[in-house]
């Protein structure tokens, strides 16, 4: 200022004045440096492997999906060796 004491403060004998417009825009270009400081040049990180996701369910029941199949799975093996059990037991009583 003109070396007038400031209005507020009177016996500061010095006085601090803001320009708002200017405050705005240096908080503006400071926000901006910030945003594009953020955007690195490196690629962002893998998620996970899609190999991984996709065995992965995606709902509490495509579990139970899953579980379900692999029993039937299992008991298809466990009556074909039972088939096959039996096959071999007939040969050998005949």
């Known amino acids: 200022m003109n070396g007038m004491a ?3 403060r ?18 503006i270009a400071l926000l901006c440096l ?6 690195s040049g490196k690629p962002p990180a893998p ?5 991984s996701s996709a065995a992965q369910p995606s ?13 039937k ?3 298809k093996v466990v009556n074909q060796h039972a088939a096959d059990q039996d096959k071999q037991i007939e040969q050998q009583t005949q």
Not at 10 to 27: E, F, S
Not at 59 to 71: F, I, T, V
């Open 10 to 27: 009177p016996l500061a004998g010095h006085c601090i004045h803001v320009d708002r417009g200017h405050l705005m825009k240096n908080a």
């Open 34 to 39: 910030l945003a594009l400081g953020a955007c």
């Open 59 to 71: 709902a509490p029941w495509d579990a139970m999906k899953q579980d379900e199949q692999r029993a």
């Open 73 to 75: 799975d299992v008991q």
């Open 47 to 51: 998620q996970s492997d899609p190999k």
């Open 6 to 8: 400031c209005p507020k």
